[in-house]
């Protein structure tokens, strides 16, 4: 899990969400500012009751998010700030248990790592 003072608060989310600009994928989207004063990136994830009904698979897309960042963190450029905000087929690809065939961390590292190919 990323560092508090590494995430967003409230306030910086609603501000995110009014001025930013936005990369979709299929099943996660990322809203971002890019804010010259600010020293460190700082990064935040949403997973709304579309996602999935449950607090419990919820909390778990949230937190594989935040284990993914932790290690891309150092690849992120300094002064974007944003959120991440998972869809409603986001639970089967990214929160699913790993077999041969589904990794769902690697999927969501691969996603994560294509959006931020297209910021840059």
């Given at each position: ?7 967003n ?6 501000k995110v ?6 990369v979709?994928?299929a ?9 010259k ?9 949403i997973?709304p ?10 909390n ?7 284990a993914v ?8 450029p ?8 998972f ?22 590292e ?11």
């Amino acid at each position: 899990m990323l560092p508090k003072n590494n995430r967003n608060d409230r306030k910086t989310v609603e501000k995110v969400f009014k001025e930013g600009f936005f990369v979709n994928s299929a099943n996660i989207s990322f809203k971002y500012l890019f804010i010259k004063t600010a020293i460190s990136p700082k990064i935040s994830f949403i997973s709304p009751k579309t996602a999935s009904k449950k607090a419990v698979d919820r909390n778990k897309l949230r937190r594989r998010g935040y284990a993914v960042i932790k290690k891309l963190y150092k690849t992120i450029p300094n002064g974007v700030t944003g959120c991440f905000v998972f869809g409603k087929k986001s639970l089967p690809v990214f929160g699913g248990k790993k077999t041969l065939k589904n990794n769902p961390i690697s999927n969501l590292e691969n996603e994560i790592k294509n959006i931020f190919s297209k910021i840059n």
